[in-house]
């Protein structure tokens, strides 16, 4: 199944967040009723502390933490305890609430960004016992949109834009002449679902490009799942600019 993105428009961050989290449980309850455990792929920045932040405070009581095995989509290439760390940032806000052997972190620590690469896409081969050319399919990845239409650490013009085989690389970002781990296309067109979380004004004017002009060639734009859903999760302000047409055709 997959088809039209789904967009959700929320009056404010904290509905936005909170929209995301009942989404997240449901999602996690469900998976684990079907096939006994719920796989989420973090994303990093600063947009998604509050859906996690959320998600900790103990509001959702049928979270099945103990079933829900928490990976990420992408990480800078920073030890975990780095200011910048996308791991430090969810294990902050959420994560000292699952058990430490349910989270897979990227092991960006590592001096060659390559090897810590090459370790989590074994990770991820490993828990998802898969076979050569199998994919693994994830209940849920989370990204973030970035100003220049990026998500996880595919940014535009980089050379993960074009992989096609492996499932995590070393990504050099030059405009920050670091860099990054990031899962790959294949992996995020292959999950179940796909949410895109983005709130503020700040987003308005690239959200509008990324779902009304299909011309303009955005990383984001290549978040496509071959056979799951695509959620975009905004507020208003983000939201702003997309047209009376695409907030219906999208609804
Ligand atoms: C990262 C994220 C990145 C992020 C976007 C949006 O490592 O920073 O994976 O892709 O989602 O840059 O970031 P904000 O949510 O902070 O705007």
Request: hydrophobic residues 40%.
């Amino acid at each position: 199944m997959s088809g039209q993105p789904e967009l959700r428009i929320f009056a404010t961050p904290a509905h936005l967040f909170r929209g995301a989290a009942e989404e997240f449980c449901a999602q996690a309850v469900a998976a684990v009723a079907q096939h006994g455990g719920f796989t989420v792929a973090l994303s990093g920045g600063s947009t998604p502390k509050g859906l996690y932040q959320l998600l900790a405070s103990g509001a959702f009581p049928n979270l099945p933490w103990d079933k829900t095995y928490f990976f990420f989509g992408d990480e800078r290439h920073v030890p975990p305890d780095h200011p910048d760390s996308n791991y430090r940032m969810a294990h902050d806000a959420m994560l000292s609430n699952a058990p430490a052997a349910n989270v897979f972190r990227i092991p960006a620590e590592m001096k060659d960004a390559g090897a810590a690469a090459s370790v989590y896409e074994q990770t991820l081969r490993s828990f998802f016992r898969l076979g050569p050319g199998e994919l693994p399919r994830f209940d849920l990845i989370l990204l973030g949109l970035g100003p220049d239409g990026h998500c996880a650490s595919l940014f535009p013009g980089t050379d993960a834009l074009t992989e096609t085989k492996k499932l995590v690389v070393a990504n050099w970002v030059d405009k920050f002449k670091t860099h990054r781990v990031t899962f790959t296309y294949p992996v995020l067109n292959d999950a179940a679902c796909v949410m895109f979380l983005s709130c503020g004004a700040d987003k308005a004017s690239i959200l509008r490009e990324v779902l009304e002009n299909p011309q303009a060639g955005l990383p984001s734009q290549k978040v496509r799942p071959t056979n799951g859903r695509l959620l975009w999760m905004v507020d208003r302000a983000a939201a702003a600019e997309l047209s009376p047409q695409t907030k219906s055709r999208l609804a």
